[in-house]
């Protein structure tokens, strides 16, 4: 494990010969072996002129591992949109194949040797921060854009932008499904929830616990990369962000983050919001922390100012610390009455309703008990997920330590099974957003778990995702 960090991310070879790339680690001097984060060195604006000047060769970097390892197009699949009927679903599959070779001798081959002839493809590896060294929380455009608009509120870095295209995240401003007005479905009026405008909207069909939990959820607090210090991200001092900044609407935007689990910072993996849909029944909480409760969760992010889990500098930024019985409890109240978006399809036990599905969505729903062993972990009832985490192994197929844009590749290790409800209105999918599409996560398990499904059987198990 030594090796690779010492041969690692930020000083080593990996980008040496690109003079521009070489000052990030002037500009942001964080020690590849370090578990605390220095303080800042530079004067503010120093440290800004040179972020900039590196953006342009950032963004390409990622551009380029991005282009390589996928098809990122926009190819929508006829007519079958995400749950507020606004956006469509992506199709096909979207990781790219190593030359010469095709899913099915992949499926042949055994994961040893995959990995020794170097044939996994590359969208399956864990995905790399738009800018490792640095980490921190990036909004995609459209959520950046409203919040201005609504708040006057800058949630734009000067280093990096998001990377994904438009096309491969979820539909904005996505709809709030509650558990308690299922008649009413989506009550968002098709709208972002925002401090200025969640009272107007939800006054009179939610209780004033849930209102007060609400607005908290909607209050800006410092974090990390935005906030009034001089190590933050923000062109102007920032009043911070909010926790539905990233889970907009209770769903997820795709904003993405480091995960705070890991050292040294070349290690952390890629963090993809979640959606907070259906929190009411999952009883752990993070893909790695395994929190114990939604209070936890809500707590712990404020605390520490998400997800550097780092407390030593989120007091210097000014955390908010949410007083437990009054606040934070609130906050949980609120985000329990979110509910997955209808599933007109599923009968009570969770099972298709024979005489409304199609004969396509039967079979992917026999191939995902059976065969394809997806309701081993994803169990078919309210969350299709079974409360664990479970160790994929994926680190069987390729070679750890390989380096990729700064990020260092370690075993994902064991990580939560997410709940697969509502599941086509959240791409990108996996904790770190690595794949696209849903046809993506099929041949991704189809190797993993060595199940060896036919062309056929992998088509009606995507069809059959898309009724959940
Ligand atoms: C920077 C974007 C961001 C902000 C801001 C944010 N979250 Fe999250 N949230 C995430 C990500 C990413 C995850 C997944 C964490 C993981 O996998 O470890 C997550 C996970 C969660 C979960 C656990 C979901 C699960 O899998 O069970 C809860 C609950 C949650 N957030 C609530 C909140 C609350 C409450 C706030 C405000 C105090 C907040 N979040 C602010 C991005 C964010
Ligand atoms: C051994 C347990 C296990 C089995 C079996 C399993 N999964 Fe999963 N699934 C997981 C875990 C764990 C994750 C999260 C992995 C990650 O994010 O790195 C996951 C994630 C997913 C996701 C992405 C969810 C999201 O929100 O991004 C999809 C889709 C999925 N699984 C579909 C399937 C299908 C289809 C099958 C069967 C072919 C299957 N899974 C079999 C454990 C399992």
């Known amino acids: 494990m030594w090796k690779f960090r010492r041969s690692g991310a930020f000083f080593g070879a990996s980008f040496t010969g690109i003079s521009v790339l070489a000052v990030a680690a002037v500009s942001d001097p964080l020690p590849p072996d370090a578990t605390y984060r220095p303080l800042p060195t530079m ?139 299922p008649e009413l479905g989506d009550v968002s009026r098709g709208q972002l929830l925002t401090i200025k405008n969640f009272y107007e909207i939800m006054n009179g069909i939610i209780t004033p616990v849930q209102m007060e939990g609400l607005r908290l959820l909607l209050t800006p607090f410092p974090q990390e990369e935005f906030n009034q210090t001089e190590d933050r991200k923000v062109a102007d001092q920032s009043t911070g962000v909010s926790c539905l900044d990233c889970h907009s609407n209770f769903h997820t935007n795709a904003a993405f983050h480091l995960t705070p689990d890991v050292r040294p910072q070349a290690d952390r993996f890629r963090l993809d919001t979640t959606s907070l849909r259906g929190l009411f029944n999952q009883q752990i909480h993070g893909s790695k922390r395994s929190l114990r409760s939604v209070e936890d969760f809500t707590e712990f992010e404020q605390r520490t100012a998400y997800f550097n889990g780092d407390h030593v500098s989120a007091t210097r930024k000014g955390v908010n610390l949410p007083d437990r019985p009054n606040q934070v409890a609130m906050m949980a109240q609120m985000q329990n009455i979110i509910d997955f978006p209808p599933a ?125």
């Open 43 to 181: 004067p503010f604006s120093e440290v800004r002129r040179i972020d900039e000047a590196q953006k342009p060769d950032v963004m390409r970097r990622q551009r380029d591992l991005l282009d390589r390892r996928y098809d990122l197009s926009d190819r929508p699949m006829p007519e079958v949109m995400m749950s507020g009927g606004m956006k469509p679903v992506q199709d096909g599959i979207r990781v790219k194949l190593p030359a010469d070779t095709s899913w099915d001798q992949l499926a042949e081959m055994t994961p040893a040797e995959i990995r020794d002839k170097n044939l996994l493809p590359e969208g399956f590896l864990p995905l790399p921060h738009v800018k490792q060294a640095t980490g921190g929380q990036v909004f995609p455009n459209r959520q950046i854009d409203e919040i201005h608009v609504q708040e006057m509120r800058d949630l734009r870095r000067f280093d990096v932008d998001f990377d994904l295209p438009d096309n491969l995240t979820p539909e904005f401003p996505p709809p709030i499904f509650l558990t308690t007005h």
């Open 344 to 468: 007109p399809k599923l009968d009570p036990f969770g099972r298709l309703d024979p005489a409304l599905a199609t004969a396509q969505e039967l079979s992917g729903e026999q191939i995902f008990i059976g065969k394809g062993r997806c309701a081993d972990c994803h169990v078919p009832q309210t969350e299709f997920m079974d409360n664990n985490m479970h160790d994929l192994k994926l680190e069987r197929f390729y070679k750890i330590g390989q380096v990729f844009n700064d990020f260092v590749t370690l075993p994902d290790g064991p990580i939560k099974t997410f709940t697969l409800r509502g599941i086509k209105d959240s791409p990108p999918y996996m904790h770190d957003g690595r794949l696209m599409t849903l046809a993506d996560t099929v041949e991704f398990f189809n190797l993993v778990l060595g199940v060896k499904l036919t062309e056929q059987e992998k088509k009606d198990l995507v069809a059959y995702l898309l009724t959940l």
